[in-house]
């Protein structure tokens, strides 16, 4: 929301800011549920993590957590996606 928006400077601030996820500043991990293996996505595309977590929080509309995955995701081991919708 925009509220969610209001102080960010980049996704990483705003993903810290949604219920379920968690981002430590130190070690730049992002967790879902205390959980770390989590794949993040823009507009269902993988992206460089730096690009990701840089995002100007303007573009983001949406943020989607997946947390009961299959298929290709769950064999490379996630156990949730995040995929943030850009306008």
């Given amino acids: 929301t925009k509220k969610m928006?209001?102080?960010t400077i980049?996704?990483?601030?705003?993903?810290?800011?949604?219920?379920?996820?968690?981002y430590n500043r130190v070690t730049q991990d992002v967790k879902v549920d205390n959980d770390k293996k989590v794949k993040i996505l823009v507009d269902g595309v993988e992206k460089d993590r730096d690009y990701i977590l840089n995002l100007n929080p303007k573009r983001i509309k949406?943020?989607?957590?997946?947390?009961n995955i299959s298929g290709i995701y769950q064999i490379e081991g996630y156990n949730a996606i995040i995929n943030i919708i850009t306008f």
């Fill in 5 to 7: 928006r209001e102080n």
């Fill in 62 to 67: 949406k943020i989607e957590i997946m947390r």
């Fill in 10 to 22: 980049a996704a990483k601030d705003v993903l810290d800011k949604v219920d379920g996820i968690k």
